[in-house]
């Protein structure tokens, strides 16, 4: 079945999202590392090994990296696991696993969709997801895959835009939605751009992305925010 792409990537909705967002990743992928550091001014690598650190990793463990783009967060999950664990990672955007294979390459990297991940349940110790389920066109079959392919006492980490609180929260807001397309417009990829804050607007707030772990099956749920609120790491557990 064809799907046809509507160009505002931001609006589409079920398979449509899913088409369009696959498509806008592949575009981007030569860029994304590059722009994400500069949009975070290069502190999500420190972000991920705060939400790795939740993880609370054996070494020797198994650890599934979901939606893994290029992999940054694959480096942080290698040294919390060691050589002898199975790290795992998963996306459906091909061009961006090219990158990843680059960061770790004892990686076994799979092209899947975060709904339908072809992985047997109850198999690991933990899984991170940055920045990957705003992507997904259903983002309750994702958590329930999440939910499924842990092991009992298998933890869940989750880094994400949301969108900022307090005193400082619209200015933080209007900020990135003005220089985010702006920045992806230097490099060619103002769509794309558009897109991040555009979908960290229609994405589930901080408390309905937590009751939505807890339907999943999660427990200790808790959240925590970053970047004056701009990102956002959900946590939980599997009983």
């Known amino acids: 079945m064809v799907v046809e792409v509507d160009k505002r990537v931001w609006q589409a909705d079920g398979e449509q999202k899913g088409a369009a967002v696959k498509e806008m990743f592949s575009e981007i992928a030569p860029t994304y590392d590059l722009l994400n550091s500069l949009l ?5 690598h420190r972000w991920r090994r705060k939400a790795v650190a939740t993880l609370k990793l ?8 979901l939606c893994c783009g290029t992999g940054d967060f694959l480096p942080p999950l290698r040294r919390a696991v060691g050589p002898e664990g199975a790290l795992v990672g998963v996306d459906f955007c091909g061009p961006m696993l090219e990158r990843a294979h680059k960061k770790d390459p004892m990686a076994t990297l799979l092209l899947a969709d975060a ?6 349940s109850s198999v690991f110790d933990g899984l991170a997801v940055g ?9 309750d079959r994702a958590l ?3 939910f499924r392919v842990l092991k009992p006492g298998g933890r869940f980490a989750c880094l994400d835009m949301a969108r900022p609180r307090g005193p400082l929260g619209p200015m ?8 985010t397309p702006i920045l992806g417009r230097l490099f060619g990829r103002a769509e794309a751009y558009t ?5 960290a607007a229609r994405f589930a707030t901080r408390e309905e992305l937590g009751h939505k772990l807890e339907s999943a099956g999660f427990r200790e749920v808790r959240w ?3 970047f004056l609120g701009n990102v956002c790491l959900h946590t939980g557990v599997k009983p």
Do not use: Q, T
């Not at 054996?58 to 990296?65: E, F, M, Q, R």
């Not at 709904?115 to 047997?120: N, S």
């Not at 933080?172 to 220089?179: G, K, L, M, N, R």
């Open 40 to 44: 975070s001014f290069n502190l999500h």
């Open 224 to 226: 925590r925010d970053f």
């Open 144 to 146: 329930s895959e999440c």
């Open 172 to 179: 933080a807001e209007s900020a990135f939605h003005i220089v």
């Open 58 to 65: 054996p070494p020797g463990g198994a650890v599934l990296d």
């Open 115 to 120: 709904k339908a991940v072809p992985l047997a």
């Open 195 to 199: 897109y991040l804050p555009k979908s």
């Open 131 to 139: 920045w990957g389920l705003r992507n997904v066109d259903d983002l």
